[in-house]
């Protein structure tokens, strides 16, 4: 089947370490995303990248580092940077190729805590 | 940034009433999303609005598009327990944009 695959399902951080959330893709799109849902919040864009080797920032992409070195793969890095890391990390994916508002389709996500 | 102003933020209602949720933007928007989230779950597209003044079903929800196409409403008729979830309205930045920017939700309960 195809589909977003996000690991771990849940995490915990310790203070000052550096965690990466896993997403991978198999669907064939050019466009993936992550997204951090708090409660209440709704969905905030962390970084997004249309095409390999090339990614943009996001509203809240401070604390938070991406690589986009293949088309199926998209690790998020939260750095010690961000002060506020627990939260509800959802990936998506979207084919793009040169049509720009196509549906999103996610993962089933990764909750962080700290610890 | 373009924002998607969605209201109310939380619905309760008896299984078998209506349920209204309303996206609103000070923007004119090129098209306008709508996702399901159930609880504990991931967002699920469910439709894509694009006309002005349009409107699309999906069995017992209808969806529609304003004609100033600032606007945007999900309405379930009678609702199951089934529809319990979050509703998300998402609109595209602009023209060109990859940045989807998301409502903060409508979080429906539905009293058996």
């Known amino acids: 089947d195809g589909g977003i695959t996000q690991s771990p399902k849940y995490l915990f951080r310790k203070e000052g370490q550096n965690v990466t959330l896993s997403c991978e893709q198999n669907?064939?799109?050019?466009?993936m995303y992550w997204y951090r849902q708090d409660p209440g919040q709704g969905l905030r864009l962390i970084y997004y990248?249309?095409?390999?080797?090339?990614?943009q920032k996001g509203d809240i992409a401070e604390g938070y580092s991406v690589s986009r070195e293949k088309k199926e793969s998209f690790p998020l890095t939260v750095t010690s940077a961000q002060k506020n890391p627990t939260a509800f990390y959802l990936c998506?994916?979207?084919?793009?190729?040169?049509?720009?508002?196509?549906?999103?389709?996610f993962g089933d996500g990764t909750r962080l805590s700290i610890l | 940034g373009q924002q998607v102003m969605q209201i109310p933020q939380y619905q309760h209602v008896q299984e078998g009433e209506d349920f209204t949720t309303y996206c609103n933007s000070s923007t004119t928007l090129s098209n306008i999303q709508w996702y399901k989230q159930r609880p504990g779950g991931h967002p699920v597209f469910l439709i894509q609005?694009?006309?002005?003044?349009e409107v699309k079903k999906q069995k017992r929800l209808t969806f529609q598009f304003g004609e100033a196409k600032k606007n945007s409403s999900l309405h379930i008729t009678a609702t199951q327990t089934t529809d319990v979830g979050t509703y998300f309205c998402a609109a595209y930045s602009g023209a060109g944009s990859y940045q989807l920017t998301f409502g903060k939700g409508t979080k429906l309960s539905v009293i058996p």
């Open positions: 609005l694009v006309k002005s003044g």
């Open positions: 998506a994916s979207s084919f793009d190729r040169e049509v720009w508002n196509q549906p999103q389709h």
């Open positions: 669907l064939n799109h050019d466009a």
């Open positions: 990248s249309q095409i390999v080797n090339d990614f």
